[in-house]
């Protein structure tokens, strides 16, 4: 695998705060060199210079020791190729091998994984985030997984996509026999009478065909009639009296649910639905009328109207995710969150599910999370790296300068005490 080699188009100019630390190190260590040259100079004078230039000799001695260590961990001192300086970039590809070994033994242990992810409560944080997502992260953070769904969708071809929802929904039909389930959910309506208000339906719908097709009622009785009955006005009374008996025999239907044809109609039901689960006949029938149904040229152009709503419908919710948490679906996703955090089983059920996956990740790709942490070190610039970690760290490091420099000043006052009073 080749990696990159991390570079920029010069070197990282040190932060203001390194450059004023190393400025205040160096400036008190120009100060003790400066008092040891007057204390030097005014010893004769009076005894107390004498701890003054050993307070300034040792503080000296302690500052360019740590300007020495501070120096030689990234480059080394004065340019001069001493032994054991430079380390930073000398070592770096065995940093790298040493973090990613750490990472490998204190974070990707599958049992090291299991014992932290028994502490970490998925279900609760997410449900606490969906139940009230109010603060100023939860908001970057919901705005800008919305710009990455937006910016997937808009990315992904619309055609291709498409064409495979279609593909995808079509193999998936044709690979299903549907007549079996129509007359499994068929048999559990009439079980459950659910298939009432069906019949109640078609009774209705009939009423308004016959109100709707009386002329042509009229008009088939007058044609069939003779001409007696034309010349008499029978034909009107017999198509009266054909509309007023086919009206009133549906609305007895309606009326009552025990009617004999409601009655036929209900066995009718109960017979379709135990032929499309056993009649060979009825679901080959029923399959060929699918498979006519998804060769039909107008049902995938019905696919893909229904698509390209549904697409619309997701960039309109990933390009306004305040609208969506505002809208029904907002309103659902804050009831699973309030679901989330009031029920236990749930909540237990997805935090395992998060330890079990966590724990396979580590198991799984540990050793390939190792070799990456490892392998992007090596491919680092050592002087960009070396550069970058120096400005990371170094204002700390500067204070290890001062602190050498005033602590070597007071174990130099110490010393020259004691050496005074013996």
């Known amino acids: ?155 992904l071809d619309q055609e291709r996509l498409g064409g495979m929802v279609r593909t995808t929904l079509a193999q998936r039909l044709r690979s299903l026999e549907i007549s079996p389930l129509l007359g499994n959910a068929l048999s559990a309506a009439i079980a459950d009478n659910r298939h009432v208000p069906l019949l109640d339906g078609i009774i209705k719908w009939a009423a308004k065909v016959l109100s709707a097709n009386e002329p042509v009622i009229r008009a088939m009785v007058h044609e069939r009639a003779g001409s007696l009955m034309r010349w008499t006005g029978l034909d009107e009374t017999l198509a009266n009296k054909i509309i007023a008996g086919l009206d009133g025999m549906i609305q007895d239907m309606a009326s009552q649910p025990d009617h004999p044809l409601r009655a036929k109609a209900e066995e009718g039901l109960a017979q379709l639905a135990y032929d499309l689960q056993h009649d060979a006949t009825m679901r080959a029938r029923v399959e060929g009328f699918k498979a006519e149904m998804l060769d039909n040229p107008a049902l995938s152009d019905w696919w893909q109207g229904i698509w390209e709503q549904m697409r619309g419908a997701m960039l309109k919710i990933a390009r306004d995710p305040d609208a969506m948490m505002a809208g029904r679906f907002g309103e659902a996703l804050h009831q699973l969150g309030t679901t989330l955090q009031e029920d236990a089983e749930l909540a237990n059920t997805i935090n395992r599910f998060a330890r079990r996956a966590a724990v396979g990740t580590a198991a799984d790709y540990g050793d390939a999370i190792v070799r990456l942490v490892s392998e992007t070190v090596r491919g680092w610039d050592a002087q960009t790296i070396t550069r970058r970690l120096e400005n990371a760290v170094g204002r700390d490091l500067q204070y290890i300068r001062i602190n050498g420099t005033l602590v070597g000043g007071l174990v130099g006052l110490v010393i020259h005490t004691v050496d005074v009073l013996l």
């Open 1 to 155: 695998m080749k990696l990159a080699r991390l570079s920029v188009t010069g070197p990282a100019a040190a932060p203001p705060a390194l450059r004023r630390m190393r400025l205040v190190a160096t400036a008190l260590l120009v100060a003790m060199a400066a008092l040891y040259l007057t204390a030097r100079e005014l010893g004769g004078h009076h005894p107390a210079w004498g701890f003054v230039r050993a307070f300034a000799e040792a503080a000296m001695v302690g500052g360019l020791a740590d300007w020495f260590a501070v120096t030689a961990l990234f480059r080394h001192p004065l340019g001069l190729p001493i032994p054991h300086t430079a380390i930073v970039p000398r070592n770096k590809d065995r940093i790298g091998d040493t973090l990613a070994q750490f990472l490998r033994d204190n974070f990707l242990v599958p049992r090291v994984v299991a014992r932290r992810m028994q502490r970490v409560d998925v279900a609760g944080t997410a449900g606490r985030w969906l139940a009230s997502p109010k603060g100023a992260s939860e908001g970057r953070l919901r705005r800008g997984a919305s710009r990455l769904a937006a910016d997937i969708l808009e990315s």
